[in-house]
């Protein structure tokens, strides 16, 4: 059944599996996205704040991410909590936390829609493909014809195989 709040309808449940423990050390693919698909991040100077912000968290929370795109409405990164004793959904929401905060400070919207997605790399050819993937997506996307070219994508630790 679904609870109106806002005029927004409320899951009933989450998008996370019920019995997985998501601090597990591996692979996980996530994708945030822009509240209603507003395309914030073609403003150069959001996304560099976005990408500096991602790093920041990184480097403190000391998980990996191996790795990021942000598009013009989402955010997809491919990262492993290893070493941190934080579950994915802590990771996700610290992130959205800070960069909530500073958006609708200066901004004065809501940046992110509620939750996210995420699908658990099973495998090491999977870990390539999405990252492949990830890569990739400003080229299916056509805003550059090389993924090398995109300035707010890139690779940041080293897959483990």
Known sequence: MLQEKNNLPKRKNS??????DYSTP???FIT?????ASS????KKIAENIVSLLRKNKEKFNYKIYAYCLMPVHLHILLN???TNKAVSNI??????QTS???KREHGLLLWQRGFYDHIVRDSEDLLKITRYILDNPVRKNLVEQAEDYSFSGLWDEIEM
């Open 15 to 20: 998008l996370r599996l019920k019995h997985f």
């Open 81 to 83: 909590p290893s070493g």
């Open 92 to 97: 996700i929401q610290a992130f959205k936390s």
């Open 40 to 43: 914030y991040f073609l403003d």
């Open 101 to 103: 905060y500073n958006f």
């Open 26 to 28: 591996r692979a996980y």
């Open 32 to 36: 945030i996205c822009a509240e209603n």
